[in-house]
């Protein structure tokens, strides 16, 4: 008996589109990231790249949940000190629409190599028009 074992690019990748409206931002990140690391295949292989590009549409007009929008805050550092910065949610969705569900998506990615990897396999567009028709997205809902 001999165990498969896939090598990496040995099946072409497929794209999916993803509409986030209405729907809450972290299962939608959940889905993303399950997409892009191959979760949903029978030859996922943890420490290789054969899952497929996501492109997530409508991310300005995710559902937050309760307070969420006040209470959950993304903080960064200048670096000088005093250089703090915090940044409620529901600013950073009407500033920066798209930030927000990046972050959720990185955040859910491995932190090494193979993470900052598929982190470039997917796009996250406020609205709804996408240019990625040409790679004939298949539709993909979040339950």
Known sequence: MKTYVPTQGAEPKQWY????EGQSIGRV??????????KHKPEYTP?????DSVVVINAA???LIGSKGRRKIYYRHSGYPGGLKETPLEIMLEKHPTRAMEKAINGMLPGNRLGRKLATQYRVYAGAEHPHEAQNPIPYTVK
């Open 29 to 38: 990140a959940a889905v993303v990231a399950s997409l892009l690391r191959g």
């Open 47 to 51: 420490y290789l790249d054969c899952g």
């Open 61 to 63: 007009k995710v559902r």
């Open 17 to 20: 589109v993803i509409d986030a």
